[in-house]
């Protein structure tokens, strides 16, 4: 008996397959999303500095201003470069650079006099992801190589009895990157598979061929069994594919944890989220009852965030609504 389940569960699941094969339209969805979108979104969540362009005019030309330009290279600021004060307004109109240092005359001599000398950082806001962040980062740089250079010389006023260094372990260099391209693809992994499985539901329903099936000497166990695995397992090989070739080879992130167990993982997650996509689907009466219900649903959503908790006649109309 349990044999004779088994390969109806086999049968039907190739004949999802197959259905899905033919469907062109869901097959470019599962391309694209696990492919250009998992790159547009681990680029986008990417915050920190890459490679911003500064310049630094240096007046003093002594030991303190050299270990500050040595302090700024990659990956989170290019090369410096040496201008003069009359290059800052040119080079930040162009773009050539997003930020410009300027240490003034007799810096080191002011700082070991104990005196507070001002350092100026023009700063392209255009680019305002990078504008805030870049302001804290040449910040900390320059006041670690102030310290620093007070600590060698022996006029620091306190040094700490433990130096505390940091190491980051998987990421070394913050990059959002490498968390985003992986996030994603459960992002994918979940949305994806109960949009299949829904999918699969309400094509059979509206081509009239779920009724068929239930008069067949089939269980609706066996019918929604069929559907688990069969987009299941559409589901688990894209992210596989997705995890190789995007995350690892487009993007270049290093995979430090185990892929088989990932994978394993996302088999169990992919039970529910399959199970949800076939009772979402099961409540509509029709593919466009389901969309115009969906449809609805939304503006009254849209509608109630947008009403004034305060306005009494407002909170009416919503009541109305539903």
């Not at 979104?41 to 040595?70: F, Y």
């Not at 900390?140 to 022996?154: C, D, T």
């Not at 995007?246 to 989220?273: N, R, Y």
């Amino acid at each position: 008996m349990t044999t004779r389940r088994d390969a109806k569960i086999a049968q039907l699941g190739i004949k999802e397959l197959r259905a899905l094969w033919h469907d062109k339209g869901m097959l470019v969805v599962l391309i694209v999303s696990f492919s250009l979108n998992i790159q547009a979104a681990a680029l986008a969540s990417r915050r920190e500095l890459h490679n911003a362009p500064i310049a630094i005019v240096d007046q003093d030309r002594t030991a303190l201003s050299g270990h500050i330009v040595n302090a700024f290279y990659p990956p989170r600021f290019r090369r410096p470069a040496l201008i003069e004060r009359t290059d800052i307004d040119a080079g930040l109109d162009t773009g050539r650079y997003t930020f410009v240092l300027d240490i003034p005359p007799d810096f080191q001599r002011d700082v070991l006099a104990g005196r507070q000398p001002a350092l100026q950082v023009n700063i392209d806001a255009t680019q305002m992801t990078q504008a805030f962040t870049g302001d804290t980062y040449i910040r900390n740089i320059v006041s670690g190589e102030i310290g620093g250079f007070l600590q060698r010389v022996g006029r620091a006023d306190v040094t700490p009895p433990v130096p505390l260094t940091a190491h980051v372990r998987f990421n070394p260099n913050l990059d959002g990157t490498w968390f985003g391209g992986v996030m994603e693809i459960i992002n994918m992994i979940t949305m994806l598979s109960i949009i299949l499985t829904g999918a699969a539901v309400l094509r059979e329903r509206e081509h009239g061929t779920l009724e068929h099936l239930l008069v067949m000497p089939l269980r609706p166990f066996e019918i929604m069994a069929a559907k688990v695995w069969a987009n299941g397992l559409v589901i688990l090989v894209a992210a596989a594919l997705s995890l190789r070739i995007v995350v690892q080879g487009w993007l270049g992130v290093p995979i430090a944890g185990s892929i088989p167990l990932f994978l394993f993982g996302t088999t169990l997650h992919l039970f529910s989220t399959t199970s949800i996509g076939i009772s979402a689907a099961r409540k509509g009466s029709s593919p466009r009852n389901r969309s115009v219900s969906l449809t609805e649903r939304w503006k009254i959503r849209i509608v109630e965030s947008a009403t004034p908790a305060g306005n009494p006649s407002s909170r009416s109309v919503s009541k109305g609504m539903r």
